[in-house]
């Protein structure tokens, strides 16, 4: 009740609750337009100014770390490029390497057989040649064996026409190649 | 049971014990003269004319100090690698210039008038949180060692109807200001027709249009003073006001708590949120009044 009665006291007092007061009103303009003014001439401007600094900043910093990385990037494929055409070289090289190291190893063994056919048949002929020589010696030991033989058998001497005769016949009977080959074996 | 919950049911025992006490000890203490509405009165303090100093004034003044001493003293001190208050600054600072103003009208309008719309929500929210700090600014006294203090109370300029009044007429003044400037005396009231009304019901609706922007002073100043009042008037309630008024004492104990709740809200949400509203209407009013189409 005393509140009620209180309120309508109040609203046809004015106690400036709810009428406007003048006073209160022209104060509030002064305030706040001086509050106006020292924000917008000198708080909001150094804010801003503040901010934007930092902006530029940090879009600058941006900017460099990308042009940074942009040349990283390049640097690193430029050393991926040379690092794969060294190791093409490399490659080549180990390739030519051993294809010439092939070409040498066939080459010495193509001469090796070459050497080695040739004192082959350097050696058989050789053999052959030997051969040849030790059959005349036999052939002429046996023809002089034979005259003496004969000499014995018939006891007179055999003139040098009939000897030649003789052996000539018993020679040419006789195979010597058989035994050559003999000998080879 | 757990040791939070223990602590909980505890204290929720004392609570209602001491309520129950001061029942019974403080009853029927008896009715004191006390009239709410008197923590509102501005009797005037110093006799200046016109310019008279009364309580509304002294917090007026005590807020607009301080919102210029606060705000270059941040401003000066603003460097390259933010602290954390810098930082929360600059937040407000952000929602301020790209959410409130940028957010409402177009850049070269937002460039010009931001520094009215930021002046605006800083010096309402000043206003608002101020008022929440008692200070010894009351209208009955009590005496420490022979001194004669005035009773601590909170108030707020901005509870009282003056303050937002003025500041809704000078939103009101520049939005019609730059609305003229740019469509002309008759282009701007032609603006206030939505497009698409013509003949006899263009009129009407004109008028309506026309009272609808004149109410905005009333409804912009009123939802700010109210609200702050409001605010006031519970807080003080529930701080005591109602256990003297109905002459109940345990009510006292009874409502404290919730009086300190109310006060954290009033604080923590309604001070801001009210400084918001108040420049985010500004912001849209003054943007609406040079955009094409209504």
């Known amino acids: 009740m005393n509140l009620l009665f209180a309120a309508e006291e109040a609203e046809e007092g004015g106690s400036g609750l709810v009428s406007p007061v003048i006073g209160v009103m022209l104060w509030t303009l002064i305030v706040f337009g001086i509050t106006l003014i020292v ?116 006891r007179k001497s055999l003139d040098s026409s009939d000897q030649k005769r003789l052996v000539d016949e018993a020679l040419a009977e006789l195979d010597f190649a058989a035994l050559a080959n003999e000998e080879r074996r | 049971m757990s040791q939070s919950r223990k602590i909980l049911l505890g204290a929720g025992g004392a609570y209602l014990l001491l309520v129950v006490l001061a029942f019974i000890l403080f009853g029927s203490a008896g009715r004191q003269d006390f009239v709410p509405q008197e923590e509102f009165e501005l009797p005037t303090w110093i006799e200046l004319g016109p310019l008279d100093i009364n309580k509304a004034v002294l917090y007026l003044l005590i807020s607009g100090i301080l919102t210029c001493v606060t705000m270059v003293y941040i401003a000066k001190r603003m460097e390259a690698k933010p602290n954390r208050i810098q930082t929360a600054v600059e937040v407000l600072y952000g929602v301020m210039r790209d959410n409130i103003t940028r957010g409402n009208m177009n850049d070269k309008m937002a460039a010009k008038w931001f520094p009215f719309i930021g002046a605006l929500f800083l010096f309402i929210w000043f206003n608002n949180l101020i008022g929440f700090i008692p200070l010894p600014t009351g209208h009955h006294h009590f005496t420490v060692l022979g001194l004669e203090i005035p009773t601590f109370g909170i108030y707020a300029a901005t509870a009282n109807v003056s303050v937002p009044l003025v500041l809704s007429l000078l939103v009101f003044f520049s939005y019609t200001f730059e609305g003229i400037r740019a469509k002309g005396v008759g282009g701007y009231l032609k603006s206030l027709i939505p497009a698409g009304v013509t003949g006899a019901m263009a009129g009407f609706i004109f008028v309506l249009e026309l009272l609808s922007n004149i109410m905005r002073i009333v409804s912009l100043s009123v939802r700010l003073f109210a609200n702050m009042l409001a605010g006031h008037l519970i807080i003080l309630f529930m701080a005591g006001g109602l256990a003297i008024l109905l002459g109940i004492a345990g009510i006292g104990v009874f409502l404290l708590p919730i009086g300190i709740a109310l006060y954290l809200f009033e604080v923590g949400l309604v001070a801001t949120l009210q400084a918001f509203i108040f420049a985010t209407l500004s912001a849209i009013y003054i943007g609406g009044a040079v955009a094409e189409s209504h």
């Open chain 1, 39 to 154: 924000l917008w001439k000198v708080a909001f401007p150094r804010i801003a100014e503040a901010l934007d600094k930092r902006q530029r900043m940090i879009e600058e910093s941006i900017d460099t770390a990308e042009k940074t990385k942009r040349e990283a990037d390049e640097l690193l494929r430029e050393y991926r490029e040379r690092l794969s055409d060294a190791r093409g070289q490399a490659d080549d090289i180990v390739a030519r390497a051993r294809r010439t190291a092939d070409a040498h190893e066939q080459e010495s063994q193509a001469e090796a057989r070459t050497k080695r056919e040739e004192m082959m048949d350097q050696t058989r002929r050789d053999i052959e040649a030997e051969t040849r020589r030790a059959i005349q010696q036999i052939r002429s030991e046996v023809a002089d064996l034979t005259v003496l033989a004969t000499e014995k058998v018939t």
